[in-house]
């Protein structure tokens, strides 16, 4: 078995390590005589595996007194109704940041649950910058302000962290950067992710909420799509995606064990964008069209310079072991995801493919 290269945006590649210890412990989970899968989510082994995760994320994040994690179902794209459906419940506005493709769903999806007002938008750098913090006009009675840190398709990275009055909630879409880096968590009010990028297999999502939030809820908001539901039960309301929540449990141990933490992983992903980046940049036949303070850490989209050459970059990037570089198919040209799981190693061999095509075809 040879495993290759994966730059997939997302599921994306897991730490081998993970899928190993995984695939030991399949058949008899710690010599209970059965698997993870087909434990009871009350029975004593699951609670352990699933507090565990929680105890080993909320230190990996340094999650402050006063916040729920909580491990749900449905993506980050059911977020983008849970947001307004458990913060304009006492009215208000719901302020939203445009900066790509994912954002703009986020914001269609509040229009559906209240009004919307876009506080700023990098429409008018192109979408190859994001807007300065004194560029964000908030509304009056705004009930939050909703950002995207990582548009996972145009490879645009929100940094500095916009600033915003404490009396107005920060919500951030981090499906695609979060535990990239470092990050301080008690500017946000509530932070949600899908998993398949950076936490673990798709399936289970991940919401971190502060308290004082869990009562803005609609009346109107299904059970199961609640908070403050997921808060007062340990997010095991109903049946909760045992399997993904054990695997992303396992990506946690693997972080702060081989990783040694969340500094250890911001200085190695940045040395592996810097070099992608500087492979880009380097030569006059891939060309990336972001400003380069802006640029995202986890995916970098790229175009060759004659965009009949492909199929061709594609067929011989598998061919070299290098699997899923096509981008987005709303986009067109490549996308090197490099997710916290994708080893420098795999960008050292992307970018010495990508010089070797350059010299072949170039
Ligand atoms: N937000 C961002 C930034 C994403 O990258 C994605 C998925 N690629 C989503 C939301 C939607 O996530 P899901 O598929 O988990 O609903």
């Given amino acids: 078995m040879t495993r290759k290269y994966n730059f997939c945006a997302g599921p994306a590649a897991l730490p081998e390590s993970v899928l ?20 009871s989510h009350r029975s004593p082994e699951f609670t352990d595996i699933a507090r565990t995760a929680e105890a080993d994320l909320r230190e990996l994040l340094q999650v ?34 445009h900066t790509g ?54 490879g645009l990275r929100y940094a500095p962290t916009p600033e915003v009055p404490t009396s107005v909630p920060l919500v951030c879409d981090m499906s695609s950067d979060i535990l990239s880096a470092p990050l301080d968590v008690s500017r946000y009010g509530v932070i949600y992710a899908g998993a398949q990028k950076n936490i673990g297999p798709a399936g289970i999502t991940l919401a971190i909420i502060r308290d004082d939030l869990l009562d803005r809820f609609k009346p109107e908001t299904p059970t199961m799509m609640q908070y403050k539901v997921f808060a007062e039960n340990d997010s095991m309301y109903n049946t ?41 940049d380097d030569s006059d036949f891939y060309t990336n069209p972001i400003q380069p303070a802006y640029r995202s850490i986890m995916n970098v989209p790229f175009r060759l310079a004659d965009d009949r ?42 970018v010495s493919f990508m010089n070797d095509f350059e010299r072949r075809h170039g």
């Avoid at 006063?66 to 419940?89: D, E, I, R, T």
């Avoid at 702060?256 to 810097?274: F, P, Y």
């Avoid at 061919?319 to 490549?334: C, D, I, P, Q, Y």
Wanted: hydrophobic share 45%; glycine share 10%; proline share 3%.
């Fill in 101 to 154: 493709i994912w954002a703009k769903k986020a914001i269609a999806e509040g229009r559906r649950y209240g009004d919307v007002h876009i506080a700023a938008s990098a429409e008018d750098n192109g979408l190859t910058a994001v807007p300065l913090s004194s560029e964000i006009h908030l509304s009056d009675h705004a009930a939050y302000l909703h950002f995207t840190s990582n548009e996972t398709i145009g």
């Fill in 64 to 97: 402050p007194e006063g916040y729920k994690v909580l491990f749900m179902q449905g993506g980050a794209s059911s977020q983008f109704a849970m947001v307004p459906l458990n913060l304009l419940g006492q009215g208000g506005t719901a302020n939203y940041i």
């Fill in 20 to 39: 190993q210890r995984a695939r030991d412990e399949m058949l008899d989970w710690q010599g209970k005589g059965l698997s993870v899968m087909e434990m």
């Fill in 309 to 350: 050459l492909d199929q061709c970059f594609l067929a011989e990037a598998e061919e070299a072991g290098l699997l899923n570089l096509k981008g987005h198919r709303s986009v067109g040209g490549m996308r090197a995801s490099i997710y916290n799981a994708v080893p420098e190693a795999a960008v050292d061999a992307l």
């Fill in 240 to 280: 909760p995606p045992t399997f993904a929540w054990y695997l992303s449990g396992l990506v946690f141990k693997w972080l702060k064990e081989d990783i040694g933490g969340l500094e250890a992983m911001g200085a190695l992903n940045q040395r592996k964008a810097l070099k992608l980046y500087a492979a880009i």
